[in-house]
């Protein structure tokens, strides 16, 4: 079989394991959930609240591409921020709409690279902006794990407890996998050489990069304003869409307090970033109903929530589905200057 056919048919049967993971998982997420009396929660809610927080998940996007324009101007890499704006929706698509193994993070990188010389600088600064989104979406939680009423019943410690205790097994299979996946890997020919491959190049050309590496983490580290500003934008953008949740969680009713959000949210976006399903389609939902439910939360409600996440989810993926559809996804003009970073 040519190389070419070999690889589009493990790309389908990946595509296929990561639509059967979503089905599975949505399954098990509404199993044991009433669906007419779920249906008729979500029918109450008020359509103003949902608005709202359709437009506190635009701000969000919108926030996130500035800091990311933001981080490539401190490479002196200047894309426009409306040109980032568009990529970065575009990757929200394709992270939360496409039945696609590239993840929107990969995109952005993609694309910026086509348009600059500083092609390592570039990719860096895609992922020092999803490092800043994981270390906000941490920090959240703990501060939010500080703030659990002393007196819940519901304390952090004893959810978690509870929930290693639940998921044993899975967290067993999971950490089990991990190795075995790794040993796999070695052990078959064409990784192997891949991975003497990947060794060979870091030996010829990793001084460079490792030199070119040590620059970009200098100017980053030699900006801890800016980087306190980024963690701010961060914290602020997730914090809204948050309370927008919060908002829809007391209209469909749900009276636990914000905080619970602060930390049920965050995990549920964490470990739904796991490249097993499509978007974490079904990921989510099963935590965030097994969240809830460690306090008190009736499952119905429970899914309610989660399909409205989801609902917002896929209506802001709409904006980047368009901008690829009509090809607006490529920016007419890039311009790098080098000698005007942002101060």
Not at 70 to 92: E, H, M, N, V, Y
Not at 159 to 168: G, R
Not at 306 to 316: E, G, K, P
């Amino acid at each position: 079989m040519p190389e070419s056919k070999k690889s589009n048919t493990r790309r389908y049967i990946l595509l296929v394991l990561r639509v059967a993971i979503a089905a599975m998982a949505m399954y098990l997420a509404g199993r044991n959930v009433n669906w007419s009396r779920t249906w008729e929660i979500v029918k109450g809610l008020n359509l103003g609240i949902l608005a709202i927080a359709l437009l506190l998940l635009f701000i969000n996007q919108t926030i996130v591409a500035t800091r990311w324009y933001l981080l490539l101007r401190l490479q002196s890499i200047d894309i426009g921020l409306i040109p980032a704006i568009k990529l970065t929706f575009l990757g929200f698509s394709y992270n939360n709409f496409l039945p696609s193994s590239v993840g929107g993070d990969v995109l952005r990188a993609w694309y910026v690279t086509k348009h600059t010389p500083k092609r390592l600088e570039a990719v860096l600064s895609v992922f020092i902006d999803r490092l800043i989104g994981l270390g906000g979406l941490v920090l959240s939680a703990i501060i939010a794990y500080l703030l659990f009423p002393k007196t819940s019943g519901a304390l952090p410690s004893k959810i978690l407890l509870d929930l290693l205790t639940k998921y044993k097994w899975a967290i067993i299979a999971l950490a089990s996998a991990i190795p075995i996946i790794l040993v796999v890997a070695v052990l078959l020919p064409k990784t192997r050489r891949l991975l003497k491959l990947g060794y060979a190049y870091m030996i010829t050309t990793g001084r460079h990069i490792l030199v070119k590496l040590s620059k970009v983490a200098f100017l980053y580290c030699c900006r801890p304003m800016w980087m306190l500003v980024f963690l701010a934008m961060t914290l602020f953008c997730q914090t809204i869409f948050i309370f927008g949740l919060w908002l829809i969680g007391r209209e469909l009713g749900i009276t636990v307090g914000f905080v619970y959000y602060l930390v049920f949210i965050p995990i549920s976006w964490v470990i739904g970033m796991l490249p097993i399903s499509i978007g974490g389609l079904g990921v989510m939902e099963v935590v965030l109903i097994g969240l809830f439910g460690l306090v008190g939360v009736n499952e119905n409600n429970a899914f309610a929530v989660a399909i409205c996440q989801r609902f917002l989810f896929w209506a802001v993926s709409l904006p980047g589905l368009f901008i690829h559809i009509v090809g607006a996804h490529i920016p007419e003009e890039f311009s790098v200057d080098y000698e005007k970073p942002i101060n």
